[in-house]
């Protein structure tokens, strides 16, 4: 069996731009990651918004994935010793559509200032609930939570991938839907 070339190298299949800002934008669940004492990667499915923080707030205000958590949550201790998380934001079910992924890595702070949540957790709740501002206002009462810190990731490396383009070199092998 010979190898398909458009499987092995990846460097044409970079995100776009406008897609990158429009799966961020449009996606609200990422996989979140860090690693343990022991070194051993974990990572769960949060919630997250992109954005920049006004420089009244006192924190890096570099567009950074925003994310909220109980503070008694493992990856909280786990990030506040590494000071590093790297986050994967992928496009399926959403419009954006699966085979579009972005991997971020960087410095994550964990702030646990009341300020900073009084910003932060409005507009996750409005990411979370565009369609209603009902909803929006109860996803924010449920996530106000008095131990709730907000984690701030700063990318400094990024992997984005499209496989829409990998598909139109490879259509007979392209699964139904990709090359939409």
């Known amino acids: 069996m ?3 070339h458009t499987s092995e190298n ?3 299949y970079w995100l776009e731009p406008a897609d990158l800002a429009r799966l961020l934008e449009t996606q609200n669940e990422c996989t979140f ?3 343990n004492r022991a070194g051993q990667p974990f990572g769960v499915v949060m919630s997250y918004f992109s954005g920049t923080a006004p420089d009244t707030l006192g924190v ?3 567009e950074s994935l925003w994310l909220t958590c ?3 949550r493992a990856r909280v201790p786990a990030v506040r010793r590494t000071g590093y998380a790297a ?3 992928t496009g399926r079910g959403s419009e954006v559509g699966s085979g579009r992924t972005a991997s971020f890595r960087g410095p994550c702070h964990v702030h646990d200032d009341r300020a900073i949540r009084d910003w932060m957790l409005p507009r996750l709740a409005h990411h979370l609930r565009p369609d209603s501002v009902d909803g ?4 924010l009462a449920h996530l106000d939570t008095p131990n709730r810190v907000v984690l701030q990731l ?3 490396f990024r992997l984005d991938f499209d496989s829409t383009k990998m598909w139109v070199t490879a259509q007979d092998a392209a699964p139904p839907g990709r090359l939409d």
Do not use: K, N
């Open 60 to 62: 890096p205000t570099d």
């Open 87 to 89: 986050i994967t934001v």
């Open 70 to 72: 109980a503070a008694a």
């Open 33 to 35: 990651m860090w690693t």
């Open 2 to 4: 010979t190898s398909d």
């Open 136 to 139: 929006a206002h109860a996803m």
């Open 10 to 12: 990846l460097t044409d």
């Open 154 to 156: 700063i990318p400094e």
